[in-house]
């Protein structure tokens, strides 16, 4: 439900914070009061276009803030966000807000995130819906008709099964696109794959093979290098004069000497003797290492192939032997499906023959089912419109069903239907966009989202001007209409009509106000006395009977 809408500078609106109730909202005033401000705040905050002369006089911008708080509709505005980046909602709160200035800058966000105007109309329709002389009508869409139509004959199940066949024959189309080629282009895609799995395959590559190989590589292409700092090692450890055996040789003579004289040094010959063992281990270790250096040219010419091969695959297929391996893996699997393509086109159009059996079979069921429930719909629909005034109307759903092999099928089924209204006998009914009377629309719509207010999942309904031309027992009528759909939804109705205001279960007030020399709209909300008087003034007056008659109504 809607729980708060503010306005700042539209029009006469200065800064107006409007807290709503669920269930039934109804907004009276005078003609001219600015009542129809709070339609345009709340169309521009669902991504309306904003037109700048709605900007309050002396100042430069304008904002709308809504906030709503979802129920049962809170995961799909969850997932909506996900996929377009935006932030989930936190305690179940969505907060819209929408701001544009007179230069023509205009900015929206969603939940505190910038977003773009596409997105927020696109999730304003999930969350509204506006019946009036406004365009925010999803009723009017034929999409969302036949949608309609389906919630209200419970045949959501059989519609998902369809559109689950129509996903599954998109897949094997898909399929089948990638094998049917010309022989030319079949023969080149043959070749260019056999000479990409048989050039990786040949390799024999290992994962972390070129770590490898340039490590090998450095060792061999430097190997006199080695050679000769292992020597030089050899010569410094044990084969010069001074070199450091024969100078540990020396160290340890005197050591003992020492040690004779004083059994403390004792220790210090000890720590020598280790040092002189290692000493001896790096000659040894040092002699086997210089024995495997070996110059070998042939081997150092066989490490720079492989690495000239690595590179150029790796140029070709991939950034690193892993991605290389995949490429191959990958191009052997479609080698294999294009060398057994007539078998693969054989499974493929026998799953399609299939599919589209049993799609054609499933879509003509669930137009023989929307059919049946075509009539109950209409006879709901009629005997709401009847108890609205519209006493001898018609209400007709034209549904037409695709033909087989009449081109793409759309995931909703076979059909495609139209809502159409016929308000006076002798008339040709006509498509519900076709209404020019708002009137009359408001009424249609109000008929019709009282027949699906258990099934239609857009939570707030707004009617404007839904009693016009309307009076006597059609307004006692329509306000009913509105509380009924009031148990399902939260509905907000601007009205002229005391009855109809009436059956609110909130009932606010707009007026003009004049401050500091400027024009400004208020919004109130009225308790029970300020309810009386309101509705007295509805009624003609604040006579006696006028009260006594609005007090009736309350009760």
Not at 341 to 360: C, F, H, P, S, Y
Not at 406 to 423: K, N, R, V, Y
Not at 426 to 438: D, M, Q
């Amino acid at each position: 439900m809607l729980t708060t809408l503010r306005i700042k500078n539209l029009a006469l609106v200065a800064d107006l914070t409007l807290e709503l109730e669920a269930g039934y909202n109804a907004i009276t005033g005078e003609t001219g009061a600015g009542k129809s401000i709070i339609i345009g705040a709340l169309t521009l905050v669902l991504g309306e276009r904003a037109d700048r002369t709605l900007i309050r006089s002396g100042s430069d911008n304008c904002s709308v803030e809504a906030v709503f708080e979802l129920a049962g509709s809170r995961g799909t505005v969850n997932t909506f966000l996900e996929q377009n980046g935006l932030e989930p909602c936190e305690d179940n709160q969505l907060v819209l807000k929408r701001t544009f200035t007179s230069t023509g800058t205009n900015r929206q966000f969603i939940n505190g995130s910038p977003t773009t105007l596409a997105v927020l109309a696109s999730l304003g329709e999930w969350l509204v819906d506006i019946h009036g002389p406004h365009d925010h009508q999803s009723l009017l869409h034929t999409s969302r008709q036949l949608a309609i139509l389906d919630a209200f004959g419970n045949l959501q199940p059989e519609r998902e099964g369809f559109s689950e066949l129509v996903r599954r024959r998109s897949a094997l189309e898909a399929e089948k696109v990638e094998l049917i080629t010309d022989e030319k282009t079949y023969a080149q895609q043959l070749d260019l794959l056999r000479f990409q799995t048989e050039e990786i395959g040949e390799a024999r590559l290992g994962p972390d093979e070129e770590e490898q190989v340039q490590q090998e590589h450095q060792r061999v292409s430097n190997a006199a290098r080695l050679l000769e700092l292992s020597q030089t090692a050899q010569g410094l450890l044990s084969e010069n004069d001074g070199s450091l055996v024969n100078q540990a040789g020396l160290i340890g003579r005197t050591l003992q000497e020492l040690a004779r004289i004083d059994a403390t040094a004792a220790g210090l010959l000890e720590l020598h003797e280790r040092i002189a063992g290692n000493l001896r281990e790096l000659q040894s270790d040092l002699s086997h290492y210089a024995d495997k250096i070996e110059m070998d040219p042939a081997r150092l010419q066989e490490l720079d192939e492989r690495l000239n091969l690595i590179h150029s695959l790796k140029r070709k297929y991939g950034g690193s032997l892993a991605e290389v391996i995949a490429f191959g893996d990958e191009a052997g699997r479609k080698l294999q499906q294009l060398e057994r393509r007539d078998a693969e086109l054989g499974r493929i159009n026998a799953e399609l023959k299939k599919v589209d059996t049993e799609l054609w079979r499933t879509g003509k069921e669930l137009s023989s089912q929307r059919r049946k429930v075509i009539p109950q719909l209409c006879k709901a629909v009629v005997k709401q419109l009847n108890d609205l005034g519209f006493v001898q109307s018609q209400f007709e759903v034209m549904i037409e069903t695709m033909a087989e092999a009449s081109g793409a099928i759309p995931a909703s089924g076979l059909d495609t239907i139209e809502f159409q209204f016929a308000p006076n006998v002798g008339e040709p009914a006509k498509p519900l966009r076709a209404i020019a009377s708002s009137g009359e629309m408001a009424r249609v719509m109000l008929a019709l989202k009282t027949v699906l207010a258990q099934v239609d999942e857009i939570p707030v309904l707004v009617f404007d001007e839904v009693d016009a031309n309307v009076g006597g027992e059609t307004a006692n009528a329509v306000g009913e209409k509105m509380g009924q759909i009031a148990r399902q939804r939260q509905v907000l109705c601007i009205t002229h009509l005391a009855p109809v205001a009436a059956n609110a279960a909130a009932h606010y007030v707009v007026t003009k106000q004049i401050k500091n020399g400027r024009t400004i709209s208020e919004i109130t909300l009225l308790g029970k006395k300020e309810r009386v008087t309101e509705l007295a003034r509805m009624l003609g007056g604040q006579s006696d009977a006028a009260r006594k008659h609005a007090e009736e109504l309350l009760k």
